[in-house]
């Protein structure tokens, strides 16, 4: 549409949020586009304190975490270092700890997010493909840069897609050969930390130097990979890979396929359990229609005291209640998934899980939430989840803002 290009060529599409819900209406990227005010960013200070002062008593909350963690002063948060146009660097050694007292709860406009599960690289070239849609190959390429300047502004306390938070920091997992290449290209930036792994249905990339290469990213204190995954075991595509491939002549062949492609998985996800385990590290697991497996490699494999996220949770609450309860230092996390109007099960899962064991994250640029649906999911969608979250447990959406900041520290130490 080309009077929405002339009203703001650089708008990108996609990443319009606003906070009604209202449908398809607020995805369009000209919706709003008249009424968006220049880019003034907030201050952004929600210390370490403030938030703990915000969270509620969770014994997880109080239990040391096994390594040192890597902090980051929350000051030095994205908007902020955007704002100051400074050098990235190595972020978590630029920034001075701080166990500040706290203060006074801060304003609700000041509370910032963070998405604890997406994939930079994809979200880009999905945005960037959106945007070269229907025109002639001349449209922007969409980047780090012009994807978190136009957030900033949407970010405006002041404007009216704001949705009660900042974004901070987000957590870019890199589970393929592919995607590590991809998500060294865009590192360092600023409030970007990442997770390098091997997906379960990547596990046949996995040999010697994927592991060698993943096990240095994450041991190296100076850059900003902090965790080890995603993996972990995911039947639901593997089952259909085999359905579909021709050359598989019958189903004892297709069988012993699934055995190969099943104990693959298996072997893949016990090394990055025995590497995170070995770092002190934070391990992402992804398990999908596996549960039975997931959890008897988990009990024989994981630490008791191990930092967990299995992440875009949509199991079922039986396995919920059981990692909870045998795996303190474990949480769950939330995507869009919660918000769809077919995720009554996920909701009932969110509502059961206590607050203090919840992260949020969009798994972007996959399963965007309402009223996005449809669109490239990235890290300004979390609000949206967020706010689910808040309506499904009946408390403030401040609370879980600040109590999900919390414990994304506690489990990835920024
Ligand atoms: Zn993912």
Partial sequence: MPSCVAVTPRRLPGIVISRDADGGASQSP???????????????ALAAGRAAALSTSSPVARRPIAVAARRVDPSTNLVALVSRSSSPGKLRHAAVATDAAPTAPPAADTLTYVDTHCHLDLIFQKMTS??????????????????????????????????????????????????????????PKPGVFAAFGCHPLSAHEWDADM???????????????????ECG????????????DESLADDAAREARWEEVRKTQEDVFVAQMKMATRLGAPLVIHTREAEADTLRLMREHLRKDARVHVHC????????????????????GFTGVCTFKNGGDVREVVRSTPLDRILLETDGPYMAPAPHRGAVAHPGHVPHIAKKIAEVKGVRAEE?????????????GF
């Avoid at 879980?400 to 506690?410: E, I, L, Y």
Wanted: aromatic fraction near 6%.
């Fill in 30 to 44: 000209c919706a709003r586009a008249g009424r968006m005010a220049l880019a003034r960013v907030a201050p952004v």
């Fill in 130 to 187: 959106e945007a070269k849609k229907g025109k002639k190959g001349d449209a922007a390429v969409v980047d780090f840069d012009s994807w978190r300047h136009q957030l900033t502004q949407l970010e405006d306390p002041d404007s009216e897609s704001y949705l009660g938070a900042q974004l901070e920091a987000c957590l870019t997992v890199a589970c393929s050969r592919r995607a590590m290449d991809a998500v060294r290209d865009i590192l």
């Fill in 211 to 229: 592991a060698s290469a993943v096990e240095s990213a994450v041991a190296d204190e100076n850059n900003a990979v902090v965790a080890v995954g």
């Fill in 233 to 244: 075991l995911d039947y639901h595509y593997a089952l259909k890979e085999i359905e579909a």
């Fill in 313 to 332: 949770f949509t199991s079922s609450a039986s396995l919920a209640r059981t990692l909870l309860g045998e795996y303190p230092n474990l949480c769950l």
């Fill in 400 to 412: 879980v803002f600040a109590q999900c900041r919390a414990n994304t520290r506690r489990t990835y």
